[in-house]
């Protein structure tokens, strides 16, 4: 798997820009924005780190009533452990963007990333919003320039566009995000922008983010650190002119899939864009019980050191695998189980294949790694994203600050 | 901290014995033997992975009866995931040494530690059986062997001994064990023999252990995997002719201190021992309202790579710290939570401390680490040692099998 061409991810009714305010050196943009048209209905998913950023606990509260419009994004500074200052700051610039919009302040959503404990320049923002709002667009550009405001060390932007028809309307998604762990894990937050132009209630399009991103960006893993400024949002501004997309419909389940599509597509390029990753691996997990149950195989497996280390250096090292799978919290049959590596079969009902080592390095040596345990206990399944653990890693990551 | 030097492991009462046997190449020694003269109580604690090698099943069931003699041990293989050939080695095995013993096959424990899914080769165990026994003794040079032989790849043996007086009657503990993790994590395994001369009965000792390996065994960790090996186990002979020690007694916690010093001291070893290793670390979470919500927090802190790999490039990244505590999956309040670094405050109150970078590098340069988490939200504390991450961590892990 290669890092997929970014498209253009436009959305009809929504506008989006990108500008550096001067968080940053050098000119590098630091600083976005994305406006629907018209009011819209809005959902997010965030962090379970119990340290967040306020700005975090400024969105969740924004997010209750179900309506926003804009959503304002730093990067270079999380605006985390800052003190009391720091929900002031969320609170000073979430109120210019919206007088610079002439919307209520309650419809300005606010995410951040950057390095922990260090003070928001929010001046810098505030003095920043005119030229932001007045350069808003709907070109390519503007959504180029909005991808990269809000990448921290990334190495790419990363964006994409899904389109579907539903009752003869045809319904755009379209998705920002930045990446996460493995490159510059201080700045692990993983922030992802989706907004549609589907007609549907609040309450509908969270249910939907919630199934789309438990099959997607809450399924990749890089070093298992969990930040305190993770958060996906949805925007749908009912643009499409379609009937709204109602609950346990036909129509609820082809929106999910169409975001459940692109939210994987985005997750996927964060993995992708690991500095350091060598390997884009899939853990499935298939024949499980319960969903959880495949989970916590799944995420045992990707999160081991161990089996990361060996993926790395091509080390025919399957014992790892299994051992991870022994390891992790969940019930099963071990004489049940079955290991497969790239379709080599490694375990056979709990024991060894003895496939030849040879043949298993070689499988290896792709760059895209399929490991699968089956349980052969239910119907369940699971699949977590990961990529391998090198020596640039702990390169990078031991002289972050310094 | 240094190496310490190893004490002199011997116990009246016990013999032991390392020899080689071939299992591993180049009369390197793999095969040790345990013995206390007399019948013993005997307990043990085991790996929590749901993939246990059958010495693993075969000691637990042993141990049921509370009382064993012997601990056979080979290292150079795990006898893990090799098929229904595993059970049958260790029947034979231990069959074989308890006839050289002259005692019933029961009170014979089995223990094995190496490479997975490789058949282990029996027949050198059952030829030297005869060697091993004759040579079983209670000098130093005994001990050593003994430590050397479970030894994988650790650079050095560990042991220590512990005595203390209780009514009147001198009572020595003595042990030994092989590290885990870090160095050759598919040799993973940790495994701890104690042995003590005390008189207690089984389930006394049990309980005792339990207490014991909590605060130590129980409380290392290197890269979070937990092998499917992995066994403490302890016989007590009751030599030293002490009242019989009782639960719920000052003797009885006495005892626990005790066994809980030499535990925590052959567990600093294992962490100390780490190839790679430039760090020895303790994540101390105090204050905490229960035990579990404080090992949550200490493990989490203590497992994260981010943290480790801050430790090794001495980078002063306190942030990430302050964000495993968040994600550990524990309830607390962030606003109460002081964070230290060799009693450098870092953070007060869940607010930073803003204490100069270049100060907290000079604390980080000290090669061992003290990090201090005080949740102030109550009594109970738990303590998890470990090391950093190095480049070598991964150089090994990435090539140990090929």
């Known amino acids: 798997m290669k890092l997929s061409k970014n498209r253009n991810p436009a959305v ?21 924005l994305f406006i629907s048209d018209v009011p819209a209905t809005a959902a997010g998913v965030f ?7 306020p700005g975090v606990t400024w969105s969740r509260r924004a997010l209750k009533s179900g309506s926003c419009r804009a959503i304002v994004v730093n990067s ?10 720091g929900m002031k700051d969320c609170d000073e610039i979430t109120k210019t963007i919206a007088e610079e919009l002439s919307i209520p302040q309650k419809e300005v959503l606010i995410a951040s990333t950057g390095v922990i404990g260090v003070s928001l320049p929010s001046e810098k923002i505030i003095k920043a919003a005119p030229l932001l709002v007045k350069k808003l667009g709907r070109t390519a550009k503007n959504w180029t320039d909005a991808a990269e405001a809000i990448m921290t060390t990334d190495l790419v932007s990363k964006s994409d566009r899904i389109q579907y028809t539903f009752q003869g309307k045809r319904i755009t998604i379209g998705g920002v995000t930045k990446g996460s762990g493995m490159i510059h894990p201080n700045m692990a937050t993983m922030l992802g922008f989706l907004y549609t132009d589907a007609a549907i209630d609040s309450k509908t399009l969270k249910m939907a983010l919630i199934e789309a991103a438990d099959r997607s960006f809450n399924r990749i893993t890089v070093d298992g650190d969990n930040s305190t400024n ?30 459940t599509t692109i939210s994987k597509n985005l997750a996927s390029k964060i993995i992708l864009d690991g500095e350091g990753a060598t390997k884009f691996v899939t853990v499935r997990v298939q024949g499980g019980k319960t969903r959880k149950q495949a989970y916590l195989i799944a995420n045992s497996v990707a999160t081991s050191s161990l089996v990361k280390t060996a993926l790395f250096g091509e080390d025919p090292n399957w014992g790892r695998i299994f051992c991870a799978v022994g390891y992790a919290g969940a019930s099963f049959d071990p004489d049940k189980v079955d290991i497969l590596l790239n379709k080599n079969l ?31 206990g239910g ?3 699971e699949e977590v994203l990961t990529c391998d653990f090198s020596y640039d890693y702990v390169k990078i990551n031991a002289e972050y600050t310094t």
């Open 12 to 32: 009809p009714g929504f506008q989006a820009v990108g500008v550096c305010c001067g968080i940053k050196a050098k000119n590098i943009k630091d600083l976005a």
């Open 379 to 381: 119907k369940e399944w």
């Open 47 to 53: 962090t379970k780190n119990r340290i967040v950023s």
């Open 230 to 259: 993770d958060c996906v949002i949805v925007l749908a501004n009912g643009e499409a002119k379609n009937p709204a997309i109602k609950p346990n419909t036909s129509g609820y389940r082809e929106f999910v899939k169409a975001l």
């Open 346 to 376: 490694l375990v056979k009902n709990g024991n060894p294949t003895n496939l030849s080592p040879q043949k298993l390095v070689k499988a290896m040596r792709q760059h895209e790694i399929d490991i699968t345990i089956d349980l052969h």
């Open 76 to 85: 270079g500074n999380a605006n985390t452990v800052v003190g009391p200052k």
